[in-house]
């Protein structure tokens, strides 16, 4: 019986933790619920108007009618919960994407009636790219759920050499890290959609008697359609990121080119910055890989996270190279707050000014959360100053997702690893990261970051092999006259 509870505890607790979204959705305001709505239902009559078109309309048309209509409702309603579940940040253009390519899908297959293979491939790339496979997928099976299958004369094979090139593009869109990859893909698939076709329904005369057929010159036509709206549909998509907001793999791997003007010039204005920057990348990245998270995300977020810093450099002390320290000659504790403050809000403006993604955007106040600047209220302590706690914290908000809190641990974690002795043990700087994680919970600036406890100690011990790693290279091997170093 304990066991059964201790069961039932393990299944609820879980539940709860696959439940909890990794960030706060983002709220539609009623204007753009109705614009959802309008066009939910523009799709839905454009889906199962045919049922209606006959010349007797009896009773079961009108309900085969009504059952469809609200089918295709209860779709795109999936759908919208989907895309929001991989993407809690979506927002109103996003799901205007992907609702506007559903329409724009039932309403070619009716007026041109072309194959679905050309059609609903494309987009499922593009989907899967900038909002994630799950989305895509659950895009490719409302596209294809009410096909119509007797208006352009299609077959089963066709019909699941569609899905089949659908859901492999949708599955290795989102992973595909550059241009070239697409390339591959896009012509890949109508190759393999081609063998498909040509086997399968090409043949189908011979291997099954059936007398719905295509010709060679069909199955060509295609598949060579295929290719070149992948193609076209390659070249759109640096056109759809901008307009839509979408963040992909290349855009994401273009941001965190490191010769991008921004991070020239925090490399050249804030040089400290820019090495710390490198730092807590490191070791961010290994924690993110080593939970399953995404990688390039934080790589990127982390390269902007402090960009902020560009508005006063010399105010930050990894700047400061021995002259006198601006904080000192300020001598006023809320005012020094207010410039560590202004490193957030000017990182957020300096951000908007490049267009950079809202993901992105989301590193810079989320990797302070509302953490306490404990110098400087403990100096307004000393000066017994009349002051709340409050007034020296940040504004936040607390990490949101698993990245941005891995990045407040890793900022956390940096300075006091590379201050550590380098003759320091394992143990002791295992010692140091478990103490400033700790006081990061127990602050509860991880309350909203969905991080279990077992993700945790996964980070603690990755920031500790990148810190081995760093003390191994520290290390000065003896050189003797005869090292050749062969
Ligand atoms: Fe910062
Ligand atoms: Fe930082």
Redesign the pocket.
Known sequence: MKNLTRLFKKFKTKWFRSQSPQRRPNKFSPLERLIIFIVCILIAIVSSYQTLVNPEISLSILLNWVTTFCEILVCCAVLILVSKRENPMIDIRQIMLILGFLLFVQTIKIIFHITPLAIIVPPSLIISQGLGTMTALTWVAVATINWPDKISGLNNHLFLITILSSFIVAMLGGRLRNRSQLLQLAIFVPLGSFIGEWVLVGNESIFLGNEETLSIGEIYSNSLLLGILLLITILLIPIFETVFGLLTKARLLELADQEKPLLRRLSIEAPGTFEHTLLICGLAEEATRMIGGDVDLIKTGGLY??I??LHAPNWFIENQTGEKNPHEELDDPIKSCEVLQN??DE?LKIARDHRLPNLIKNF?PE??GTLKMGYFLSKAKEKKMNISENDFRYKGPIPQSKETAILMLA?GCEAALRAMNINATDNEAFQTISGIITSRLKDGQLSQSNLSKGEIFLIKRSFLSVWKRIRHRRIQYPTTKSNTFS
Do not use: L, N
Request: charged fraction near 25%; aromatic fraction near 0%; hydrophobic fraction near 20%.
């Open positions: 996270h402090d902020g810093k490193h957030v990182g810079i990797h302070q900022d």
